[in-house]
């Protein structure tokens, strides 16, 4: 069980902790005499089970860290993207997104803190504060399950939604600190990549991207989940789609955004690697 004592911070971060927190199959509570609000809210429901005291979960709005040069309308679309990024995660932890509706009328320096009943209607919590832990192991993992019996799913469904979520969790995490983007390529890439139609090897990958992440410091991505096309065989996954990206450089005054197609092959397993990769800007 994981409990937490945080103000908040870097929201792609939190969305990575909480993925973290869901596979690994572990629960999380939230004390009152604690602190989790903003970002830290949004780890919270990485949680399998979760419970939280009356009061103890802070929310507010997304926001963006002005810098001078950025345009109103350069402002308003990355906000839009963090948004809706945001809501793909609320959505994939079984949580109400209604959530994020009532955070969108608190700015970060008027939190709301959430009631108990209010947690329980939006699914921030699926178990009573008061709950026993022997009720709470007979739970379901499925934070709201639905009345209709919905069978398991196979074995190859499994591999390929597997194979999607590792994706986009590279994808659009490229957008976090330089230190865990760079961290996650190491310990995603396998050590030789047909990497845009040449074997490369993971030094020179890692170098690359350390590379772009240099040029263009401030990055947002989001994969657009209507888009994606998996095909898995012989213990590889070929996992395709688009997204959408903005990038910027503070320093030098530019930026840029765009949509791109991309292409992964995975090794699948228990530690799955990219051994392939390329992507493509449309036009």
Known sequence: ???????????????????????????????????????????????????????????????LKWTDGISREE?????????????????????????IELASNFDKHDLRYLSASEMAALRVTNVA?????????????RPDPSPVAVPAPD????VENSAVAFVKNLIEHHGDN??????????????TVDYYGKLTNLSSIIQDKRNYYRR????????????????????????SGVYDWVVRSPSIHKQDKGVSNFSYTISTGPYPKIIAETSKVRS
């Open 1 to 63: 069980m994981i409990v937490f004592n945080s103000p908040g911070g870097n929201v792609g971060s939190a969305l990575r902790l909480g993925r973290m927190i869901r596979a690994a199959g572990l629960d999380t509570l939230q004390l009152r005499r604690l602190q989790c609000a903003s970002a830290c809210s949004l780890a919270f429901l990485g949680g399998v089970h979760r419970v939280a005291e009356p009061g103890s979960i802070g929310i507010h709005r997304a926001w």
């Open 75 to 99: 402002a308003k679309a990355r906000v839009e993207l963090g948004t809706a990024a945001i809501k793909s995660y609320v959505v994939e932890m079984g949580v109400d997104p209604g959530l």
């Open 129 to 141: 504060a008061n709950q026993s832990p022997a009720d709470t192991s007979q739970l379901s993992t």
């Open 155 to 158: 074995a190859r469904q499994q």
């Open 178 to 191: 330089d230190d865990f983007a760079v961290a996650q390529v190491q310990a995603s890439y396998a050590r």
């Open 216 to 239: 263009w410091p401030e990055r947002i991505y989001n994969v657009r989940n209507d888009s994606i096309v998996v095909t898995c065989a012989n213990g590889l996954c070929m996992v």
